[in-house]
């Protein structure tokens, strides 16, 4: 278990914005480590550093045990970067793409026909080689993207939101890329603002929050970090939730959180077999129907709530992709 | 879905036994030269607008201005003006890097580039490369469409070659300044305002349509002072044969002196600035 990026206290600030306040982290080889946060919380920052466009201004940051602030260019050698958007010539083909990126790695001209033959091959993009970027899909542009970012065969993925802006399909199949490549030894380095897609991905998350890292493990234990189970109704009829809350805010003293688009009333509970014996009977007195009541483990939706005090965000489509330059 | 996992299953990790050290300055610069190219060649209408425009305002100012505007010297309209619209023309083509440029910096691929493990001034290099490359056939096209419209000229193919080689070697100096314009502009549509208001002073206040004697004082001494002119005064008096027939004064070589030395200056200054916004680790 050896760490392929380790950080102590690392500090940086662009202008008014401590956009890494003392992050401390360790992403063990051999797995996809994804870091979850919302918007601002320093994830690109991070990567950014991670890829040596950034100098933090405090702080270690080792990659591969390489010190990345002291010797950039090493750490140039071992990564391969996917930034946010598909950084790909739309006017020249996939394949040459490829070839350019492998060459700057330092690949000679055959070498570097062959490595793009593999990355083609391997994201099942062959007969899309000889094409056109500009005629790709969305999903397919970033995938090359991520096919640009291997061709090197690079120690080190690093992925800056790698399917925001992909429609689910892609997303699935990027996703389905992504976890394959740890089976041929490149770690990878994601950053993620979707909580599914860091339980999909990784093995190991790391929340972070205002620039640094406010949480760490696998995601089963970030949702056992948050302890209680969840005690959830759904009544049969939407208009019986305002009762329902009242009944389960009344057994277990907790405040009881209400998703009218699910239907249902959710809340903590510490004992939780006895006060959903409880809830049952007095929704049975009061004649609520329930459609479904139960006890489950929290999502990491809630580990996140619990742990940023702030909603994280779900898997949409639409965001805005950007690059770091343009920040 | 299945399939795919399966292919990605059967490819090794490439090579495996050394890992590449990067590509050198050479092989850097010819690469990112190579791409910024292709995309020209195979976006049509990158390449043939410019000379369009460009044979639309030597029209314009051959026949519909060229009237009305005395140039001085030794010379009528046709001759003044073919020189100087032949040595400012490039302008409006560079014009268009900063567009590409903020582009490229905004699409993550300068992001990626900065990544890799190549000397970060190669990419900047190659692009200043492509960018002078890809106004040599412009160029021959402007000074065809020159003669063209009537212009003709005792001075000998070694002084015209002269005068493009002045040219080219303003192109690549301005071309780091554009460059740089993209690189700081932040979005296309703010480097594309950056770079018109940087061009159009350049080429409208300048000797190249109208002889500079005609502006009023304070104007005239930015036309006369200003890099392009010189440029122009070289272009024009190597052009006609000499400054008397031009109707500016000095001689020939002092303009190509002046404009070789004003494009070492911006070269200088902006290869550095360009290079170093570019390098720059943040």
Redesign the interface.
Known sequence: MTAIVETRALRKR?GEVEALAGLDLAATSGQVTALLGPNGAGKTTFI?SV?????PDSGELRVAGIDARAE??RV????????????V?P??TGR?NLE??A?????GRR?AR??AS??L????LVDAGGR?VRTYSGGMRRRLDLG??L???P?LL?LDEPTTGLDPRSR??LW??I???V????DVLLTTQYLEEADQLARHVVIIDHGRAIAAGTPGELKSRVGRDVLEVRPQRVADLPAVEEVVGHVTAEAARVDRDAGTVSVAADRGAEQLTEVLRLLVARAIPVEDIGLRRPSLDEAFLALTGRQAEHATPEDE??????A | MASQAGAIDRIPAFGGVRRPAGAGFVTATAQTARRTLLQFARTPQLLVMPPVTAALFMVIFRYVFGGAINPGGHTDYVHFLIPGFVAQAFLWNVMNIPAGVAEDATSGLHDRLRSLPIPRASVMAGRSLADTLLNVVPLGITVGLGFAVGFRTDAGAGAVLGALAVILAAIYAFSWLFIGLGLVAGNAQAAQAFASLVVIPLTFVSGAFVPVGSMPGWLQWFAANQPVTAVINAVRSLMLGGTDVAGIGHTTSYWVVLSLLWCAGILALFGVLTTARFARTR
């Open positions: 662009f950014g890829a040596t466009l950034v100098r950039p260019g140039r050698r071992l990564i391969g970067l996917a930034g946010q958007s598909a950084s010539e006017a020249m040459e350019f990126v060459r700057l790695f330092g690949l070498e062959a490595a593999a990355v091959e391997r994201l099942d056109l640009a970012s061709v090197g065969s120690r690093l699935m199949e389905s890329a976890r394959n490549l089976s041929d030894g490149t992709p950007a690059a770091l330059d343009a």
